[in-house]
Nanobody, 120 residues
Framework: QVQLVESGGGLVQPGGSLRLSCAAS????????AKWYRQAPGKGRELVAA????????NYADSVKGRFTISRDDAKNTVFLQMNSLKPEDTAVYYC?????????????WGQGAQVTVSS
């Protein structure tokens, strides 16, 4: 059974930093596309950052580029999202996602979500 367990959310002042972690069991992160999404109150889910399985290519949403960093520790089978220079508009529930693609199916796995609140 696949599980993604997130940790590291919390309350931080504007300009501060947080690091989210997503530890996987039942799958190997390096064989998937690992992504972070977020959902703010009253808004749809937004893709924030992604790292591909094949070549480790990384992409970011324009809203977080230069402030957020996604990384993967294969030894720990964990994906991280380092968030710096946080703004109130970054307040959201952040979700870890792993997309496993086989030749005929896609499998999507989600973490439980981590609340990030940026406020003074």
């Amino acid at each position: 059974q696949v599980q993604l367990v997130e940790s590291g959310g919390g309350l931080v002042q504007p300009g501060g930093s947080l690091r989210l972690s997503c530890a996987a069991s039942g799958l190997i992160f390096s064989t998937t596309a690992a992504k972070w999404y977020r959902q703010a109150p009253g808004k749809g889910r937004e893709l924030v950052a992604a790292i591909t399985s094949a070549d480790g290519r990384i992409n970011y949403a324009d809203s977080v580029k230069g402030r957020f960093t996604i990384s993967r520790d294969d030894a720990k089978n964990t994906v991280f999202l380092q968030m710096n220079s946080l703004k109130p508009e970054d307040t959201a529930v952040y979700y870890c996602n792993a997309l496993l693609q086989t030749w005929d199916k896609n499998y999507n796995y989600w973490g439980q979500g981590a609340q990030v609140t940026v406020s003074s």
